[in-house]
């Protein structure tokens, strides 16, 4: 028998390295990657009319309503892909709303990793983060410059990835850090996410590589 696939959750302030650890946490492990942020940036491109209400929130840093959100997490996280490889939900829950609601549809993560990342960092992060909108590859004009001139010239900007933008995104994550934490503190584990990226790495794939070897341990004691 095959161990059931892996549930996990990670959050952090902006600019910690949610999507930078995820990429290698996918390329790993083969979770699907379902990220708040990507799917209401993709409902901002579509145009629709919950893009342009959930626009208006981010630009703000402030929480897309629940309305919009949390069907589109929901969603996603049903689909057979996700259920069968196993899920690493980015960026949600982010308020004790949003984390009953998703217990409520039974969904609930087998870790939950938080990284920790001084706040002066994270500015500098934000204003030098690059997208690729070719790969969806991120890049930091500094830490992970692009290699080559034809992915260096088109590379694109978040629109919320300003000094001002961030410190508002900063105010609402401090606000709801502690009430998401207090629900999922028997599987929290928090991570140093002030090193380089493979180190973060590093940390990372030791704990989900000791949840899949316990997994198999169990089903081979039963
Ligand atoms: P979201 O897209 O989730 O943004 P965020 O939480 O602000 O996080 P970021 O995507 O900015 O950062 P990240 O942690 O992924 O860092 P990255 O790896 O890119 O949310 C945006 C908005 O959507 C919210 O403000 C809100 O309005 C709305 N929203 C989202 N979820 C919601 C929800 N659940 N409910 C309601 N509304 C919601 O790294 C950043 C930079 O640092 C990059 O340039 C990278 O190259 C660099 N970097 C990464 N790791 C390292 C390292 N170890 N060393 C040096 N540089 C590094």
């Known amino acids: 028998a095959t161990p059931e696939p ?9 600019a910690s390295g949610k999507g930078t650890q995820c990429e290698l946490i996918t390329r790993k ?30 630009e703000k840093g402030l929480l897309v309503p629940n309305e919009i959100v949390a069907l589109m997490v929901k969603e996603r996280l049903s689909q057979p892909d996700a259920q069968e490889k196993g899920w690493l939900l980015d960026g949600y829950p982010r308020s004790s709303s949003q984390a009953n609601a998703l217990k409520e549809v039974g969904f609930e993560p087998d870790l939950f990793i938080l990284l920790e990342v001084p706040e002066e960092i994270l500015v500098e992060r934000v204003v030098g983060r690059r997208l690729d909108p070719v790969t969806g590859k991120i890049y930091h004009l500094k830490y992970f410059p692009p290699d080559n001139e034809e992915v260096a ?3 694109t900007q978040r629109f919320d990835d300003t000094e001002e933008r961030v410190r508002l995104r900063l105010q609402t994550h401090h606000q709801n850090l502690e009430d998401v ?5 028997d599987v929290t584990v928090k991570v140093n996410g002030n090193a380089p990226k493979a180190v973060v ?9 000791g949840l899949l070897e316990q997994r198999k341990a169990a089903i081979g004691s039963l």
């Open 181 to 185: 934490l207090s629900l999922y503190q």
């Open 29 to 58: 492990y083969g979770l699907v990657h379902i990220a708040a942020g990507d799917l209401l940036r993709a409902e901002v491109n579509s145009g629709s009319k919950n893009g342009k209400r959930a626009k208006d929130y981010m």
């Open 201 to 209: 790495f590093d940390q990372i794939d030791r704990l989900l590589t």
């Open 153 to 155: 010239a088109r590379l």
């Open 6 to 14: 892996l549930r996990i959750k990670i959050s952090g302030a902006p």
